[in-house]
């Protein structure tokens, strides 16, 4: 078992930038794929941004690419989505995932998922 916990979200204006934080505990997770996935109301959950945990590569959608980062720190256990130049599209519930695969943007992918943290950006 692989536990999640998403924080980090929170209201900004369009533009603003946040960090979203994902506390990462459970059995040996190093060779797992780490994603964020997001879900606006009334929408289906969407892929953000994923990282092979050992190797680092990374993978994002489009419509985030150049303004999100995705990173990982094995000491800390943590992951990381950095978000800058925010628009009001990109508010969502945001969730932290894993998989023991490689990088994918396939919700059904992956096995563990957090419970949500909450981006709401103001026009």
């Known amino acids: 078992q692989v536990q999640l916990v998403e924080s980090g979200g929170g209201l900004v204006q369009a533009g603003g930038s946040l960090r979203l934080s994902c506390a990462v505990s459970?059995?040996?997770?190093?060779?797992?794929?780490m994603a964020w996935f997001r879900q606006a109301p009334g929408k289906e959950r969407e892929f953000v941004a994923a990282?092979?945990?050992?190797?680092?590569?990374?993978m994002y959608a489009d419509s985030v690419k150049g303004r999100f980062t995705i990173s990982r720190d094995g000491a800390k256990k943590m992951v990381y989505l950095q978000m800058i130049s925010l628009k009001p599209e990109d508010a969502a519930t945001y969730y932290c995932?894993?998989?023991?695969?490689?990088?994918?943007?396939?919700?059904?992918?992956?096995?563990?998922w957090g419970q949500g943290t909450q981006v709401t950006v103001s026009s």
């Open positions: 990282i092979m945990w050992m190797i680092g590569q990374t």
């Open positions: 459970g059995r040996a997770f190093s060779t797992y794929t």
């Open positions: 995932a894993a998989s023991d695969g490689v990088l994918s943007a396939r919700v059904g992918v992956y096995d563990y």
